[in-house]
């Protein structure tokens, strides 16, 4: 029964989307508004029949309802109820589901915020968001139908996948990173309407980035969670492999960062508007880049579902965007340039902008040609060969250094013309003081120059971001007599835009730091211990306290419990684990992590034997944790950045008003 | 229209599209990594069993072989355990062999006494068999045909339909 009535919620869903698609073509051709309210109509059926769909698969999830395919796949009757709901993303077909709901989503979102506004551009953003609301559609109707009819109905089923249900942190990753990617298809609808209508106004490109802007911060907070996951569950210590599909989640990123950028100068300078919707485009298609690599099988990654059937009809689809978005940039491209100012002086705001969207997009192949090397040599001959860590490493760092120099010079440029006297008055003070940073940290040891690079670098990077953030605080103070929390509220929400960037630009600074940091001084071993043998270790006193099975009801799991010592403090007891479900019958290392701010402890039991001795590694690497602080703060500062101006304005006036009252 | 654009970008999609199809027609498991030692000669080997007695390569010509490295600290390893025994029972034709793998011979042992035990386990001093066949891992699984040639390594916990397709390709 719920089989059947999933279907026709999808069938549904499918009809609003091809016929929504096709009412706002033609009324965005024919500049009608009665058009534009049936595809606003068409838009929110899509969303409802979608939402309707997802509700009534996670029914059939929480209630067990084996003859539903997806559950009989997934579910099992001893997983607890909370991994249940989220098994809806841990397999191909429900994935895929759960993408069209956040289409759904996101697209009567949009419906609803641009409602009476931009009717022609709105009509064209629609249908070309219900074009890619059809593919996913049809997607989930046909060859990853979740809701396909079991035969046989089992009693019982295998349960989710046991890296799902091992950590807290895999409930949210996933949803983060879908928001960031399905989101992509906003921006890029919005651009392809502004390329079919061959204009870009002022107050478009404004949305357009707000909405890129919103969609980048769920980008930026997948990503995190995902390494933060990888470094608290899958046992090596680590954070980010390079693995195809990490990059295909960071390709986009990169563009949309990219974008972020040039879309600054276009609004300000009336620059590169062409250049901005080519980087928007290149991101959605990068998003779809990267989840065709996630669902076709053809990647070897901890991320990949095995072989499925979607391969190649997401390659036909990718084919078919790729098209539409030529053909589309080749016709339009000439008349929006057309209105471009040119670039006045290299040594510039604008200057900077620019050469940070070269690194920016040059950093996007670099990592595209590593990601797609492996295939390209499979291509023409029938070597086999992977590329890994040290290539991207080595690519990676002088880009990272080189927008860390950017991000110190940018923000404190002039637009337009810069005085040499002005220039040197500016980053005299901030270059000596890197400087010393770096002479500080070569005279306390450290040899690496890329080490040596990234601190002083950084230090230039935040001596401007910080300069940016305090001046006009410090202003408000001096002059209208603030306390400082009201000094920064008033600050942060009059120049919210501004901000925020820098506090993004803060937190790309410490992840900066603590990625060399824990890198160049990571220290790891493997020892077995003893039972009651405290052992010394990197200034840790490990002592094994011995071993126990705690039984679950979904899985049993053999805890190692140690515990740790550092000059005389007490840390408490580590209990590393190996977790396996009986269901599935893997066994998932879970590591035992004691985090500080100078440094992490990493724990992670490779085996337990009956002799009273067991195996561990042991990782000590410095500043880990401001990395997930970094990390947050780009996040946060990103939220304020894109904060709504409507709901700031009307506080503002409000206050206003009781100030003249 | 900007006809530079448009050629260079149909240029560029073409040749996406032609790399990311490949796998796709070509039909190729990226999990699966061939064994340069496949279409080789076995290397040679003297080893003794847990149970004292040796076996060596030369004597094992003629007949068909399947060599399991394993090890009692790889989960893996203990679900293929039941597939291999099940399959040593069914070819008795075919020698079986486990090859112990970076493991202590008394583990080993107490394992095959609380879980089966169907054909002989050698131990690999210093890992040099293991070496010599280019383990990378285990559970590894080697099938040699008659000449001593190996047929197929399987790098993966193996099921009882994959050893049964292989051991008919050998004998």
Redesign the interface.
């Known amino acids: 029964m719920i089989s059947l009535i999933g279907r026709g919620l999808v069938l549904l869903a499918l009809a609003a989307a091809v016929s929504g698609c096709v009412v706002g073509s033609i009324s965005g051709i024919r500049k009608r508004d009665r058009g534009g309210d049936w595809t606003r109509n068409l838009t929110f059926a899509f969303g409802s029949f979608m939402v309707m769909a997802t509700l009534l698969m996670e029914y059939a999830l929480i209630t067990h309802d084996f003859s539903v395919g997806y559950v009989a796949q997934v579910g099992s009757l001893s997983t607890p109820l909370h991994i249940t709901i989220v098994s809806l993303w841990s397999a191909l077909e429900g994935s895929i589901l759960f993408w069209g709901f956040v289409l759904g989503i996101y697209a009567m979102v949009f419906a609803w915020t641009t409602r009476g506004r931009h009717p022609q551009h709105t009509a064209y953003s629609l249908a070309v968001l219900l074009g890619v609301a059809v593919f996913f559609c049809f997607l989930v109707a046909s060859v990853a139908d979740p809701f396909a009819a079991v035969e046989v109905v089992p009693p019982d089923g295998p349960g989710p996948n046991p890296l799902l249900q091992n950590h807290v942190l895999m409930i949210i990753h996933p949803p983060a990173l879908y928001l960031g990617f399905v989101g992509m298809s906003v921006p890029f609808a919005m651009a392809c309407s502004a390329l079919l209508a061959g204009r870009l106004d002022a107050a478009w490109m404004q949305m357009l980035r707000r909405w890129t802007l919103l969609v980048w911060s769920f980008l930026t907070l997948g990503i995190l969670l995902g390494g933060w996951w990888s470094y608290e569950v899958l046992g090596w210590g680590g954070y980010w492999a390079w693995d195809p599909v990490e990059n295909a989640s960071f390709m986009p990123w990169l563009a949309a960062t990219a974008f972020l950028h040039s879309a600054m100068v276009t609004a300000r300078k009336g620059l590169f508007s062409g250049w901005s919707l080519v980087l928007v485009i290149a991101s959605f298609l990068l998003t779809l880049l990267g989840t065709?690599m996630t669902r076709?099988?053809?990647?070897?990654s901890v991320h990949?579902f095995?072989?499925s059937p979607i391969?190649?009809v997401f390659?036909v689809f990718?084919?078919i965007v790729?098209?539409f978005?030529?053909?589309l940039?080749?016709?339009r491209?000439?008349t929006l340039a057309a209105k471009d100012a040119s670039i006045g002086s290299a040594v510039s705001r604008e200057g900077s902008f620019l050469l940070n969207n070269l690194l920016f997009v040059c950093f996007t192949f670099t990592v595209l040609l590593g990601t797609?090397y492996p295939?390209?040599v499979?291509?023409i001959s029938e070597n086999?060969i992977s590329v890994g860590q040290p290539y991207f490493d080595a690519m990676s760092a002088p880009i990272c250094l080189a927008l860390l120099f950017l991000m110190g010079v940018g923000p404190v440029l002039p637009w337009g013309r810069s005085e040499p006297g002005q220039v040197r008055q500016l980053f005299v003070r901030p270059a000596v003081f890197s400087v010393v940073v770096g002479a500080l940290s070569f005279a306390l040891g450290v040899r690496s120059p890329w080490v040596i690079g990234t601190f002083s670098m950084a230090t230039f990077a935040a001596w401007a971001s910080v300069r940016e953030l305090s001046t006009p605080v410090l202003l408000r103070m001096r002059k209208q007599g603030e306390a400082l929390p009201k000094a920064l509220l008033e600050s942060a929400i009059r120049t919210r835009r501004r901000f925020g960037g820098h506090i993004v630009h803060l937190g790309v600074v410490a992840m900066a730091v603590s990625v060399a940091s824990a890198t160049h001084w990571r220290e790891d071993v493997d020892l077995t211990l003893t039972q009651d043998e405290p052992v010394e270790v990197f200034g840790y006193t490990l002592t094994y306290l011995g071993a126990e099975n705690q039984d679950q009801p979904h899985r049993v799991s053999q805890v190692g419990r140690f515990s740790a010592a550092a000059g005389g403090r007490d840390l408490g007891v580590l209990e590393p684990r190996f977790n396996?479900y009986k269901k599935r019958?893997?066994?998932v290392p879970s590591p035992a992590v004691y985090s500080g701010p100078k440094e992490d402890l990493y724990l992670s039991l490779?085996?337990v034997?009956d002799d009273g001795t067991a195996s561990l590694r042991v990782v000590v690497q410095p500043m880990v944790a401001w990395l997930w602080v970094g990390g947050l703060m780009m996040v946060f500062g990103s939220f304020i950045a894109s904060f709504p101006e409507r709901i700031l304005r009307r506080r503002s006036s409000v206050e206003a008003q009781g100030d003249v009252a | 229209m900007n006809w530079k654009v448009l050629l260079s970008g149909l240029f560029g999609i073409g040749l996406l599209v032609a790399v990311l199809a490949v796998p796709i027609l070509k039909g190729t498991d990226p999990h699966a990594l061939p064994s340069v030692l496949e279409g080789r000669k076995a290397p040679g080997f003297l080893l003794d069993s847990l149970e004292g007695q040796t076996w060596s390569s030369d004597s094992l010509v003629g007949k068909p072989v399947v060599m399991n490295f394993w090890a009692t600290w790889c989960g893996p390893c203990k679900q293929e355990h039941p597939a291999l025994l099940a399959a040593a029972r069914m070819y008795p034709e075919v020698v079986f062999l486990g090859v112990l793998y970076g493991d202590e011979p008394a583990k080993a042992q107490r394992y095959l006494a609380r879980a089966g035990a169907a054909y002989p386990t050698l131990v690999d001093p210093a890992q040099r068999t293991a070496m010599d066949f280019g383990v990378g891992g285990v559970p590894e699984t080697f099938f040699i045909d008659r000449q001593g040639q190996i047929v197929k390594k399987v790098a993966q916990p193996i099921s009882m339909g994959e050893i049964s397709h292989w051991v008919e390709a050998i004998q």
């Open positions: 065709f076709s099988g053809v990647f070897n990949s095995t072989q391969g190649p390659l990718i084919a790729l098209v978005s030529v053909i940039l080749s016709a491209l000439d797609l295939l390209i499979e291509a086999r396996r019958g893997d066994e490779l085996r034997d």
